[in-house]
């Protein structure tokens, strides 16, 4: 909402300061999202009396104007306007002088004739469109007076955030109410320059139809419609509105068009109250009638777009069909012109969620709609009304036919609502004495009906106020005009709460950490993409269809994100994310969310540095040592198997959770080979630690070069190795694994390193030669596997 | 020339001792041995002597042959400290200690975790447990329990992304969107326990907006609840106070003033003091010296009767903020999408302690602007 501070001091009668309204409209709920000071490029131009003006020597629509602008000399000015006059005042520029569009006066000669300065017109000034002559100014004010101090031109615009549960605000007067509650002064709406030349006699209520000068106003949709107030004013004279209204409007942001538009426009920015001014010569048939639009019925909106309409919309209609969506915007066939003398003017309430539903359907949103939309007084239209006549009344004169009608079943009572001083108290945690509550109310407008005798207060809430239906509605009021800042801040004991820590975050927080450890970044990118297998998610309404789907997986993302590292030549990659992914789900249920892990590599495996160290690059090893680091993270006694040529993760069941393996992507040439994993995260507790007893006797090792044949894997001979070993061996590091032509053919030679440790004994090296001599045997019969050598280095530590 | 020592033999040592500053590795170990040595010292045999002199003489010539030997000592000392310096400077002279160090890759949380980790630990402390929920909800969670009334312009301000499944049936269902809050999960907490209910909820939120420098469709949101007997908006505004007292700093100035939400009333929104000007205005913060925080407000009597909760016995409070948008304001980040590119270069700059080294601490905001 577009707020003017002028027009908020002619409500209050008093000068406002503008850092001081925006930090109390802050603190009533009311932000201002920003201040723009109006006109302020204005500051150079004066007020110029034109003494003289004669006829230019050298050109015909030349004149030479002698101006008085308040000093001692005249100044010789140039003029092409033909309107400027002897005797009259005019906006004057002097040499020296910085236009609001950035020209700067300088003296020069114009066919001969020196000019001294410039006489402007309004759009010169950038106060409106009217650039066919010099600006009149029918001001008291003295040559040489400052613009700005002779006309109320510096404004500031206020840019208000108003919240959709406070529709009041969407008008000045609404603005003005809550400051004037905040001042502690009274306001009352301002007076209109020129007023009143038309008497408005008192509104007449009718039924649901009658005739008001001539025409015939009636609701048929009283659901979209319940009030339809109209007014005919005849003899009107459609032209430019005077100076005072159109910088009224354009301070508040809207365009000044005409003074019968402007005289609506005001009203709604005043009152919060749209309306609308129909061409009573351009109806078909006298009836202007609020109903349901019939099927196949078009408009031809103001904006010039033909609108299909549907039976859910209300339209205002003449006898010949739409003229208007009611409450949206209206017709161009009967739209105000320069032609146009007599009016009907049409003050309506329209229900707010028939106008959403309309706005909606046409993708057409107005001032007039959001207003509805929101919620407008219902009962302000009979101020309303009078006002737009008085407005019309003093700047396009004409005459009231009739008296204005109000149209609609009437008023119901205003349902009350109770408000229990003990529950103020309860819930904003201070005691507030009833004056106090009562005087809040009223200082909102609220009628407080009955006095506190039952423990509770009766309150009918204003009518400008469709948001006050409950007492926690009422307490909130309270509240703000209490203000925020005077409840105490004081930490009071609590109750810790009943519900555990979600696992799955415990979880989260303690994997992430470990990947970071690992030299890894978490990253977040967006959780959409394109469809990524059959049961991915889709979106009904995406922005792109490169989005129109929810991840089923993390890794494609990831991969996108390394792809945007090698755009900008990063080559070191190191990304993980943990994040949900969705899977749809048959037979109506909701999709399947579950937490992933899921993280990629490329490029050096450690920083390269000046020594020759770290020049190697991440390959499938790092990979496998990474995932199954990952795994001991993610997933409680989880392993990682061999399927296939893929590395993958099981939980305790058995079910296959993850996978690793290299990573295809758009790679540019120099790029090191990308690796990748994805796996689910166990939400499951995890078991802290327990603690082993620290070996206290020594342990002997032995090596054992093995030649493998084809097919037969490390992790076979492992487990032959554990079998034997029993508690003895403590662990196996495999060592190297070497292919050569001095081995037998198909043979690999893989070497492992045993380290035997007994928990109560020092052991002998009969001992281990023993269980030495059982794993060969058991390997050569189980495994057809030799030892390569006689013997490997023993030793002891 | 030292003072002589009025004895002929005793100053024959001084030109000796006058020459130590000018020895050599080889030449102070001889020396040494040759005046102090135990066996054949010069300086040991004249001390040795002093036992035979007459009684008369002994006394003064012992005093002289022991100042000179401290004399010599010193000496001796002093030039064995300059010889040890000139040899550390030679052995180094060969290697280049401005080299750089050997480096390993280094990793980090991403820096909206670091922001959501820190709220949620300042709410651990305050008797707050951590509670989440799912991304895709039913209308009735997201809406509807929450007191958006149906078809309202309050749900303009959530642009909402639908998901293409059939609605959900029953009373908690309707249509499949995509979170547009953290709020939910409120409703969810109040139906899993009864109160005393606190939980802080963090989590991702979708909107149907635009990516672009202050927008994106989904982002962080953090949310709490306390439900309890006798909870008031005096506590709502001492434990957010606290908070940010403890998130900023203790002398962060912090204001409430009314909002709107359709799940609290009343609502307000926690502005803190401006970390960049410190209230004096500037640009971030509009001129205005404040910087919108959080919402919040007290739990509506219509979300407690849609969870279960007498809302005439309890009372609560509730808030919500973007982790993203802190950690923007802390960091001086100014485009929102950086947070998602995942660019190593950008990234590398959170890690704690700085990747290179140079990098400042990222505690509090009065570093932001980096």
């Known amino acids: 909402m577009n707020v003017s501070l002028r027009w908020l001091e002619d409500f209050l009668r008093r000068r406002l300061d503008v850092k001081d309204v925006t930090e109390r409209l802050a603190m009533l709920g009311a932000p201002v999202d920003a201040v723009e000071p109006l006109h302020t490029g204005l500051g150079d131009v004066l007020i110029g009396l034109v003494e003289e003006v004669r006829p230019h020597p050298n050109a015909d629509r030349l004149r030479v104007c002698l101006v008085n602008d308040g000093s001692a000399e005249r100044r010789n000015v140039v003029c092409g306007a033909a309107n400027v006059t002897a005797g009259r005042k005019y906006p004057f520029a002097p040499v020296g002088a910085t236009l609001p569009d950035g020209l700067r006066i300088e003296k020069r000669k114009l066919r001969g004739e020196a000019s001294e300065g410039m006489l402007c017109s309004a759009r010169e000034l950038g106060l409106g469109q009217d650039g066919d002559g010099i600006w009149e100014l029918g001001t008291e004010a003295t040559p040489g007076t400052r613009l700005l101090e002779a006309l109320p031109l510096d404004d500031h615009r206020l840019v208000v955030d108003v919240g959709p549960n406070r529709p009041d605000l969407l008008g000045h007067k609404g603005i003005a109410r809550e400051l004037s509650a905040s001042y502690g002064t009274p306001f009352r709406l301002p007076v209109i320059p020129g007023s009143p030349t038309i008497e408005v006699p008192p509104v007449r209520r009718v039924g649901n139809s009658t005739d008001v000068g001539g025409v015939r106003a009636a609701i048929e949709d009283l659901e979209g419609c319940p009030r339809f107030l109209a007014a005919v004013v005849k003899g009107v004279k459609v032209a430019p509105s005077p100076d005072w209204l159109a910088r009224r409007l354009e301070a508040a942001g809207v365009r000044s068009i005409n003074n019968i538009v402007d005289a609506t426009n005001y009203v709604m920015l005043e009152l919060n109250q749209p309306m609308h001014a129909y061409d009573i010569a351009r109806l078909r048939g006298p009836g202007v009638v609020a109903r349901r639009a019939r099927e196949g019925e078009t408009v031809i909106t103001l904006d010039g777009v033909e609108r299909k309409l549907t039976p859910g919309m209300t339209v205002i209609a003449d006898d010949g069909g739409a003229i208007g969506v009611a409450g949206v915007m209206g017709g161009s066939a009967t739209e105000v012109s320069a032609e146009t003398v007599d009016l009907f003017l049409e003050c309506a309430y329209f229900t707010p969620a028939g106008i959403r539903r309309t706005r909606r359907a046409l993708g057409l949103s107005t001032e007039a709609s959001y207003r509805f939309e929101r919620g407008i007084d219902r009962w302000g239209g009979v101020e309303a009304l009078r006002r737009c006549i008085e407005i019309i009344g003093a700047t396009a004169g004409g005459e009231l036919a009739g008296a204005p009608v109000d149209v609609g079943p009437g008023p119901s009572n205003p349902s009350r609502i109770f408000l229990r001083p003990a529950r103020v108290t309860q819930v904003l945690g201070v005691e507030l004495p009833w004056q106090a509550l009562e005087g809040y109310l009223v200082a909102i407008g609220a009628t407080v009906v009955s006095k506190p005798e039952d423990g509770r207060i009766a309150v009918e809430a204003p009518s400008w106020r469709p948001d006050l239906l409950r007492e926690v509605d009422l307490i909130e009021e309270v509240a703000r005009m209490h203000g925020y800042e005077k409840f105490p801040s004081k930490l009071r004991p609590f109750r810790p709460g009943l519900l555990p820590d979600a696992p799955v975050e415990r979880a989260t927080a303690e994997v992430r950490r470990g990947l970071a450890r690992q030299g890894f970044f978490e990253v977040s990118p967006l959780p959409t993409g394109p469809a990524d297998g059959s049961d991915s998610v889709r979106l009904l309404n995406p922005l792109s269809n490169a989005d129109g789907y929810l991840r089923r997986r993390l890794l494609p993302g990831l991969v996108r994100l390394v792809e945007g590292n090698w755009a900008k030549h990063v080559a070191d990659v190191r990304l993980f994310e943990i994040g949900t992914v969705f899977t749809a789900q048959a037979g109506g249920e909701r999709p399947r969310e579950e937490r992933h892990l899921a993280a990629v590599l490329t490029g050096h495996r450690e920083p390269p540095h000046w020594t020759g160290s770290g020049q190697d690059r991440f390959d499938v090893w790092d990979l496998k040592g990474l995932f199954e680091a990952a795994v001991a993270l993610a997933i409680p006694q989880g392993a990682v198997q061999v399927e296939g040529s893929e590395w993958i993760a099981r939980d305790s069941s058995g079910r296959t959770v993850g996978r690793a393996g290299p990573v295809a992507a758009d790679a540019p040439p120099w790029a090191a080979p990308l690796f990748g994993f994805e796996l689910l995260l166990d939400p499951a507790p995890r078991l802290p630690a327990r603690f082993v007893t620290l070996p206290s006797t020594p342990s002997s090792e032995r090596v054992l070069a093995l030649l493998l044949g084809e097919g037969t894997t490390a992790r076979q001979v492992e487990e032959l190795l554990e079998r034997i070993g029993g508690e003895l061996l403590e662990s196996i590091l495999v060592e190297s694994d070497y292919r050569g032509p001095e081995l037998p053919p198909g043979r690999r030679s893989v070497a492992f390193r045993l380290t035997f440790r007994a928990a109560d004994r020092t052991l002998r090296d009969p001992e281990i030669d023993a269980i030495e001599a059982r794993m060969l045997t058991a390997l050569a019969t189980e495994l057809d596997i030799q030892r390569r050598d006689a013997g490997g280095p023993r030793g002891g530590s | ?370």
């Open chain 2, 1 to 370: 020339m030292p003072n002589p020592t009025g004895y002929s033999e005793l100053d024959a040592f001084l030109p000796r001792l006058e020459a130590v500053p000018r020895l050599s590795v080889d030449q102070l170990a001889t020396e040494l041995i040759a005046v102090l040595g135990r066996k054949n010292g010069a300086l040991t045999e004249a001390l040795k002597s002093v036992p035979s002199l007459p009684l008369d003489q002994r006394k003064g010539y012992g005093a002289a042959v022991n100042q000179l030997k401290a004399s010599f000592e010193a000496a001796f000392a002093a030039r064995r400290e300059v010889l040890d310096s000139e040899r550390r400077g030679r052995e180094s002279s060969g290697i280049d200690l401005t080299m750089p160090g050997r480096r390993r890759w280094v990793g980090a949380e991403h820096p909206v975790t670091r922001v959501v980790d820190e709220i949620v630990e300042i709410f651990r402390g305050l008797g707050f447990t951590v509670a989440v929920g799912p991304e895709v909800e039913t209308e009735w969670y997201n809406f509807t329990a929450l007191n958006f009334p149906a078809d309202h312009p309050a749900m303009d301000m959530h642009d909402t992304l639908y998901v293409d499944a059939p609605p959900i049936a029953g009373e908690q269902g309707g249509r499949l969107l995509l979170r547009t809050h953290t709020s939910p999960v409120q409703i969810r907490a109040m139906l899993e326990s009864p109160p005393p209910v606190r939980v802080i909820i963090p989590g991702l939120v979708y909107r149907n907006d635009p990516f672009d420098a202050s927008h994106a469709p989904a982002f962080s949101q953090i949310e709490g609840l306390a439900v309890d007997e006798g909870i008031s908006f005096v506590d709502l505004k001492a434990t957010l106070a606290h908070f940010a007292h403890q998130f900023f700093s203790p002398i962060t100035k912090v204001r409430f003033r009314p909002s709107f939400f359709p799940f609290t009333e009343p609502s307000a929104e926690m502005d803190v003091e401006c970390q960049i000007c410190h209230g004096s205005g500037c640009a971030a913060c509009k001129g205005t010296g404040w910087m919108e925080i959080l919402g919040c407000g007290m739990v509506h009597p219509a979300v407690f009767e849609h969870s279960g909760v007498d809302p005439e016995r309890y009372t609560g409070w509730a808030f919500g903020m973007g982790p993203h948008r802190i950690t923007m304001l802390r960091h001086g980040i100014p485009d929102i999408r950086l947070l998602y590119d995942g660019d190593m270069r950008f990234l590398e700059q959170f890690v704690p302690g700085g990747q290179r080294g140079g990098h400042p601490p990222t505690g509090g905001w009065a570093g932001g602007q980096g």
